[in-house]
């Protein structure tokens, strides 16, 4: 059986039938073949230089940002992920957070948790009809996004390398689409290319009616600058799935209300962690049977 590296735990959906096929190790070793890492971890290039026998890398996660690909690509590692079969679920937590920050959801549960429904009524929020949804990545999942926001009568802009054959405007740089946007929602790649994007004169061109959604990676926004931000009502709100530092979350982000967290739960239903299992015991076995891979990113 083929020794695959799991150097972080993985769900029980996964690590049995990785079990089932292969000899897992959980420390680095000779023997080893494969790697299997969720979205988004860092696999350090010290790691891959400690395996000689590495063939692929299978991320358990549309995001690769973690995998360094040019030290794969000089090794001839393959390197695969689980695109499509979390589209959906991610755009809909990005249609959630942005009703969240719209409707004030998060504030109006503590309110009423709070008790203090009886000692007065919530204040008044904004509606999405007529508002502009700016997507940074128009991807799968950026135009899934779109697709759903539109049904909510929003207008649809978009930042990307290029113009896509899409009926939303295009918007040719990021701070344009900040500033036609009122809710800027992150959902383009992380990595070094994508580093801080949405820093703090993309925020202030979103400005004080603005809100900031991110199901991305944390990576792409400057924290500090978002913080800086919310605490002076240089924006409205945001809308957060992901963190620079997950799972660590700053104190002073948690300490704006206006904040909605989430503990980057995007693809995380029963249905979508399956199916993104699947990918990655398919893709191993595609890969040691010698067939063409299912998702190869590289
Ligand atoms: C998961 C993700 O959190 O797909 C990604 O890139 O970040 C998420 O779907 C993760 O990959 C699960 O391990």
């Not at 030290?71 to 959630?96: F, M, S």
């Not at 689409?177 to 994007?197: K, N, W, Y």
């Not at 963190?243 to 704006?256: G, H, I, S």
């Amino acid at each position: 059986m083929p020794t695959v590296l799991t150097p972080v735990p993985l769900p029980d959906f996964l690590a049995a039938p990785l079990a089932a096929n292969h000899d897992c190790v959980k420390i680095p070793e000779a023997a080893v073949r494969a790697m299997v890492v969720p979205g988004g971890y860092a696999v350090p290039e010290a790691m891959i230089a400690a395996l000689p026998g590495l063939e692929i890398i299978s991320v358990f996660g549309v995001g690769y940002d973690g995998v360094p690909l040019p030290a794969c690509q000089a090794r001839g590692i393959r390197v695969t992920n689980t695109p499509d079969v979390l589209t959906d679920d991610v755009a809909d937590i990005a249609v959630a957070l942005v009703l969240m920050t719209s409707r004030r959801l998060g504030e109006a549960e503590r309110h009423v948790r709070g008790g203090q429904w009886p000692l007065g009524t919530f204040p008044l929020a904004h509606a999405l009809r007529g508002k502009t949804a700016g997507i940074l990545g128009l991807g799968r999942i950026g135009k899934a996004i779109a697709r759903r926001l539109e049904a909510f009568g929003m207008k649809i802009a978009y930042h990307g390398r290029r113009p896509q054959p899409v009926p939303f405007s295009f918007c040719p740089s990021l701070r344009e689409l900040a500033q036609v946007s009122d809710f800027l929602i992150v959902a383009c790649p992380g990595g070094p290319g994508t580093r801080h994007l949405i820093d703090a004169e993309v925020l202030a061109d979103l400005g004080s009616k603005g809100t900031l959604i991110n199901i991305a990676r944390g990576s792409v926004v400057d924290e500090q600058a978002l913080i800086r931000a919310l605490e002076s009502g240089g924006i409205r709100s945001a809308g957060l799935d992901v963190f620079e530092n997950e799972p660590q979350v700053p104190e002073r982000l948690l300490a704006c209300p206006q904040a909605v967290v989430l503990p980057h739960l995007g693809s995380a239903t029963h249905e979508t962690r399956r199916a993104m299992a699947q990918l990655v015991v398919d893709n191993l076995a595609a890969h040691f049977a010698g067939q063409p891979l299912i998702t190869p990113v590289s």
